[in-house]
């Protein structure tokens, strides 16, 4: 989701917490295998994180991110307008009334599309603006995910037992249910809780402190792991762009034992020192951009080689009164979020050999393994020509 534009002035919210020293910066290319942070790991979500081992600084994944209502469309109309189609499929778990983009009635119909898309090549990343835990969906984007809880609030949704830890509770188990058919389906995720978390627009973000974020993204994880037992799930921490000295990374850190990817999401230009401090963090872990209006140009990665992924966030359908012209030329060069980067379109960067879209040879070379375990065939039956999606 676009960061809102920084503040001029601010107050630090959280004066008695002190600022977490940052570590050392590691070299840019600091690539370290590890197993998947979950026990007992399904065999796609191995094979899934190996495969970004394999290619991370050589190659990168194209992406696009889909709303729940709107399903595949943000996907087709990239592939229609670059004439390559995104490798990583994104999708939201939703929160809004019915008949809404973001509509959080349409879970089973992602479960199915999220499946459809796995066995044609794409790999899924999920997320999800989850409602406040102080009331029930559906809920507005602007009173309830971007809505406030009070400290004691936060307080009680971190201690187990309180009437407000059993309602989150609940809410979670309803999607843990979604995410084991996907499970029982041999789908692997790339799951993202409480993304953009050291930023103050979503009720969850911007508090530091050991009972901070970073101790509700580790409740997540047990939630999930320990409760629910998913082993198809590959942990993707999330942070914005480091802007204010509140927002530096390390303060939201949960520890290397909750984590498998760190991922940045910037609508804005890619500076080195964000993918120093991220990947001074890694352990040497994948790295990736998992939102952004406009990929990285592909010098970027000279300096900032490990970003093995990136996901460009979804576009509104547009008007009946939008010209078809000016629709394909405003999404191409800038994701509809303003100019972020005017000098190279994207039809340019996804040509480039860096790139791994769906069409490449290579990627089904690169993937193979992970298609094998998940009982699929080394490459599914050719594909129709993308449409112009309406």
Same mark, same amino acid.
């Given at each position: ?10 107050? !630090?919210? &959280? ?34 994180? &190996? ?55 349409? $879970? ?10 796995? =066995? ?5 990343? /999920? ?39 059993? $309602? ?35 009720? %969850?973000?911007? =508090? ?9 993204? =580790?409740? @997540? ?13 590959? %942990? ?50 994948? @790295? ?18 490990? %970003?093995?992924?990136?996901? $460009? ?18 999404? !191409? ?12 379109? /994207? ?7 860096? @790139? ?31 449409? !112009?999606?309406?």
């Amino acid at each position: 989701m676009p960061t809102p534009k920084p503040e001029i002035l601010w107050t !630090n919210p &959280q004066p008695e917490i002190p600022y977490l020293p940052k570590p050392a910066t590691r070299p840019a290319d600091w690539i370290v295998p590890h197993d998947p942070v979950t026990p007992n790991a399904s065999p796609e979500a191995k094979a899934l994180l &190996q495969f970004l081992y394999s290619i991370s600084g050589k190659h990168t994944l194209t992406g696009q991110h889909n709303f729940p209502g709107d399903q595949e469309y943000s996907t087709q109309l990239t592939a229609h307008l670059v004439h390559k189609t995104p490798i990583i499929y994104g999708a939201d778990w939703g929160f809004a009334k019915k008949g809404d983009k973001d509509s959080a009635y349409v $879970r089973q119909e992602i479960v199915q599309k999220l499946i459809e898309q796995y =066995r044609k090549g794409s790999i899924i990343a /999920l997320c999800w603006h989850e409602v406040r835990p102080t009331e029930d969906e559906p809920v507005t984007f602007a009173r309830s995910v971007r809505g406030k809880v009070t400290d004691k609030q936060f307080e009680d949704l971190l201690t187990p037992g309180t009437p407000l830890y059993n $309602r989150w509770c609940t809410q979670v188990d309803v999607i843990a249910e979604y995410m084991k058919q996907l499970q029982a389906a041999r789908v692997p995720i790339l799951f993202r809780p409480y993304h953009e978390m050291n930023g103050d627009w979503f009720w %969850w973000g911007a =508090r530091r402190g050991p009972r901070g974020t970073q101790q509700l993204y =580790r409740q @997540m994880y047990d939630r999930l792991v320990n409760h629910h037992h998913l082993t198809n799930l590959i %942990w993707v921490w999330n942070c914005d762009q480091p802007a204010r000295e509140d927002r530096q990374f390390v303060d939201y850190f949960p520890g290397q034992q909750y984590i498998d990817i760190l991922a940045l999401d910037d609508y804005g230009p890619f500076e080195q020192r964000y993918y120093d401090e991220m990947n001074a963090l890694s352990d040497g872990k994948v @790295m990736a951009i998992a939102e952004t209006a406009h990929p990285p140009t592909i010098d970027i990665y000279e300096t900032q080689p490990k %970003w093995t992924y990136w996901m $460009r966030w979804a576009a509104d359908r547009p008007r009946a009164t939008t010209r078809p012209t000016s629709r394909a030329a405003a999404f !191409n060069t800038f994701g509809g979020y303003g100019k972020i980067n005017p000098t190279v379109p /994207l039809t340019d960067i996804v040509k480039d050999p860096r @790139m791994f879209n769906l069409e490449d040879p290579a990627y089904w070379s690169a993937i193979a393994p992970l298609r094998l375990v998940s009982d699929l065939p080394p490459k599914p039956p050719s594909t129709q020509p993308a449409v !112009n999606p309406k």
